[in-house]
C-alpha cells in the first residue's frame, strides 16, 4: 500500500462517514472535519500548538460545572452563539422583538413572583429600576398567558451563581403577563460586567488582546402559548461597551434608556413574539 498524501488523508476520512445513517450527523461531521482538516493545513499546526490545544480544551471541561459553563463562554466569546442566534432567527427582525445570546448564567426553574416584585432579595444593594411594557404577537394581538424569565448579574457585576454574597435566586424569577399582555417587574439596573476571566477562556481573551466586558443587560426569555420563545437581552443605553459587547450580543432594537425619576429609573421595553400556530 502506498502512503496517503494530506488530501488523500481528509478524503478518506470523509469517504469513512459516508454510511452514517443519520443524513444531518453525515452532513455536519463531514463539513466540520472538511474545515478542521483546512484549518489545520492552511496554518500548518504543529504538534505543539495541536498540544496546546488539546490542553485548552481539557481545561475548559474541567472547569466546567453545574455553576459554570465554560462551553458556552468559549462559543460565545468566540462569536459562534451568536451567529448560531443570527442563522435560527435571522437577522431582519422588523416584526419581532430581535433575540440574542442565552449566556452561561441561565438557571431554569426560577422562583415565580408577583407583577410588579422586585427580582432583589438581598446581596449588594443598586439603583432600583422598574421595566415595564408588553407582550404581543406579531400581528398586534396581547398575549395575556406570557411568561418572562428574567435573570441579570448584581451592580457589583457578579451573578448569584458566581457569588457567596447573594443569596440563590437573587435578581432571577418569572413573571406573569396580565390583561393586555401588560407586565412590569421590579430589578436593580445592570452594570457592565467581564465575562468570568479566571480560567482558560479569559487566557484566551487576554492572549488575543480583547477585554472581557459585556454591556449591562437585564436578560429575558419570553414565552407564550402558540408562539416562538423569544431570548433576548435589555440593553442599558448608558453602557461603555454595546459596541465591543465581548460576546457580540447586542442588537441595535434591545436597546433602552434607563430613564431617571424620584424612585429610580423606569424602562419600556414591549416584547413581539413570532406565531408558530394555535394556541
Ligand atoms: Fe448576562
Same mark, same amino acid.
Given at each position: ?137 406579531? &400581528?398586534?394581538? *396581547?398575549? =395575556? +398567558? ?7 448579574? /448584581?451592580?457589583? @457585576? $457578579? ?31 445592570? &452594570?457592565?460586567? *467581564?465575562? =468570568? +476571566? ?7 481573551? /487576554?492572549?488575543? @488582546? $480583547? ?49 431617571? @425619576? ?18
Amino acid at each position: 500500500m502506498e502512503n496517503a498524501t494530506e488530501s488523500e488523508l481528509t478524503a478518506e476520512v470523509l469517504r469513512r462517514l459516508a454510511a452514517t445513517p443519520d443524513p444531518r450527523l453525515r452532513e455536519v461531521m463531514q463539513a466540520l472535519l472538511r474545515h478542521l482538516h483546512g484549518f489545520a493545513r492552511e496554518v500548518r499546526l504543529t504538534e505543539d500548538e495541536w498540544m496546546a490545544g488539546i490542553r485548552f480544551l481539557t481545561a475548559i471541561g474541567h472547569i466546567t460545572d453545574e455553576r459554570r459553563q465554560e462551553f458556552i463562554l468559549l462559543s460565545d466569546t468566540l462569536g459562534l452563539s451568536s451567529l448560531v442566534d443570527m442563522i435560527t432567527h435571522g437577522t431582519d427582525q422588523s416584526e419581532v422583538t430581535e433575540s440574542t445570546v442565552l449566556g452561561p448564567f441561565y438557571v431554569p426553574d426560577a422562583p415565580w413572583r408577583e407583577p410588579g416584585e422586585s427580582t432583589a432579595i438581598g446581596g449588594p444593594p443598586g439603583e432600583p429600576v422598574l421595566v415595564r411594557g408588553q407582550v404581543r404577537s406579531a &400581528a398586534g394581538d *396581547p398575549l =395575556p +398567558d406570557a411568561v418572562l424569565d428574567v435573570w441579570q448579574a /448584581a451592580p457589583n @457585576g $457578579r451573578y448569584d451563581v458566581q457569588d457567596p454574597e447573594q443569596p440563590a435566586g437573587n435578581l432571577r424569577g418569572r413573571f406573569r403577563a396580565g390583561d393586555g399582555g401588560r407586565y412590569e417587574f421590579r430589578a436593580l439596573r445592570p &452594570a457592565d460586567y *467581564p465575562v =468570568p +476571566d479566571d480560567g482558560p477562556v479569559g487566557r484566551l481573551l /487576554a492572549a488575543t @488582546g $480583547r477585554h472581557p466586558w459585556r454591556a449591562a443587560h437585564i436578560h429575558v426569555i419570553v414565552t407564550a402559548p402558540g408562539h416562538a420563545g423569544l431570548t433576548t437581552h435589555v440593553f442599558d443605553s448608558a453602557s461603555r461597551y454595546l459596541e465591543s459587547d465581548t460576546v457580540f450580543g447586542v442588537r441595535a432594537g434591545l436597546i433602552r434608556d434607563f430613564a431617571p @425619576g424620584p424612585d429610580g429609573c423606569t424602562v419600556d421595553q414591549d416584547f413581539v413574539l413570532r406565531p408558530t400556530g394555535p394556541a
